[in-house]
């Protein structure tokens, strides 16, 4: 009797000591995974005040055909505005932002390593936050079709809000999409919000149009786009229009992947940079 009970002891002991490494792992994992969320949310609101948006009163307003009144930019250029950021880290190379949403981020491009920032921080250092990136064959001064990538994090940071762009009430309220590099302001129309896989062959390879061959190939992806679009957003793109995709993760499917497709409008920064 007396041993059986030491070896109940024994069993009971070692149970004991496995629950407490697992709670201690789970501990660990916990707050280094809150670390990171600080860190990352930090990082970003250093960054943002770096990007300077004071602007100069402008006086000369002109007055269109409609009444409607208009003022002159009289603000920094995007070079100086971003020069902040890329002094920072020189893998910088736009800053996009949805106004109403989270999304106001730098975006980084690693040509010669092309997932960097898939795992790493702005600093470089590792993060499961990563930093929203552009495709490694997209040249940001001379793209057709401009492929971003970003987390949908738990916390909703990074492009977890692109994954609200399946109401199409939301989308009538986030109809522009903000993409500013240092060489000039842009702005951007939604075209089309779909859902895809990645990693099948049944999915829409949308990340494999990049720069077109002719207006054939244009029409063909973009008519693919509105043939997936979760709603009709009622613009159109044109062959010679410049693309902007948006892309992340959506779990209503394995490997799925939310997609929103947008057009170059004009080279405004954002309203907020504006005296109107």
């Not at 660990?28 to 670390?35: E, P, Y």
Request: with cysteine.
């Amino acid at each position: 009797m007396e041993e059986s009970n030491m070896k109940k002891s024994t069993v009971m002991m070692f149970i004991a000591v496995i629950l407490s490494v697992i709670a201690i792992s789970s501990g660990i994992v916990f707050f280094s995974q809150k670390a990171d969320e600080n860190k990352a949310e930090q990082t970003y609101e250093n960054l943002s005040s770096l990007v300077s948006s004071e602007v100069e009163h402008n006086e000369n307003a002109t007055i269109d055909l409609e009444g409607n009144v208009e003022y002159e930019y009289n603000g920094p250029t995007s070079y100086e505005k971003y020069l902040p950021v890329y002094e920072q880290n020189e893998d910088f190379v736009a800053w996009v932002k949805i106004e109403g949403t989270k999304i106001d981020y730098p975006i980084m491009q690693t040509a010669d390593d092309p997932n960097f920032y898939l795992k790493h921080a702005f600093d470089k250092s590792y993060s499961d936050y990563g930093v929203p990136y552009i495709q490694e064959n997209c040249l940001i001064d001379n793209c057709d079709n401009i492929v971003v990538y970003g987390h949908n994090m738990n916390n909703g940071s990074m492009f977890a809000d692109l994954c609200k762009y399946e109401d199409e009430e939301f989308y009538k309220e986030h109809k522009y999409i903000q993409f500013d590099t240092l060489l000039d302001y842009g702005r951007y129309e939604i075209v089309a919000v779909f859902k895809t896989v990645a990693y099948s062959d049944e999915g829409f390879k949308y990340f494999n149009f990049v720069n077109t061959e002719d207006e054939a190939d244009f029409n063909e992806y973009i008519e693919t786009c509105k043939s997936l679009q979760l709603y009709e957003t009622g613009v159109d793109a044109e062959y010679c229009d410049r693309l902007l995709t948006l892309s992340t993760c959506e779990y209503s499917q394995t490997d799925g992947r939310i997609v929103v497709v947008a057009k170059f409008v004009d080279n405004m920064p954002m309203e907020s940079d504006t005296n109107e």
